[in-house]
């Protein structure tokens, strides 16, 4: 299902990201990423439970996709703890690159996959979210 959603709406929710990934992002590349967005952003939702073999699989299987990201602690928790739909957006800027997953109600970010342009770019700490 595609939920639509304006910019303001997601900007507002990416601001106020308690994620820990989220937290980790340059200031000046979460501007570019949010500058960037669409007016309206047509956000994909489903159960959580559909996504957690789909991320498992590739996180066990691809280890570029596994090690060149970060969050994933904190994305797997948030995917084992939803018992309804999530949201899922992509989200680029300055090279970076998020993927957003939102609560049900679309109001809160509740964990992010982040990948910096390269390794040098991670920041202190990343990989333990």
């Known amino acids: 299902m595609l939920l639509e959603i304006s910019k303001e709406q997601i900007e507002g929710t990416v601001r106020a990201s308690s994620c820990e990934a989220m937290k ?27 996504l957690v073999p789909t991320y498992r699989g590739r996180y066990d299987a691809i280890k570029e996709f596994r090690e ?48 910096p342009p390269g390794l040098e770019d991670w920041p202190e700490g990343a990989s333990v979210t």
């Open 68 to 115: 060149n990201r970060f969050g994933w602690n904190g994305f797997f928790q948030a995917l084992d703890e939803s018992s309804g739909s999530v949201g899922m957006h992509a989200v680029r800027g300055g090279e970076w690159r998020m993927l957003l997953l939102l609560n049900e109600s679309c109001d809160s970010v509740i964990a992010s996959l982040v990948r």
């Open 24 to 50: 980790m992002i340059p200031p000046a590349v979460l501007e570019a990423v949010l500058e960037g967005l669409e007016q309206t952003i047509a956000l994909g939702m489903g159960p959580a439970a559909n």
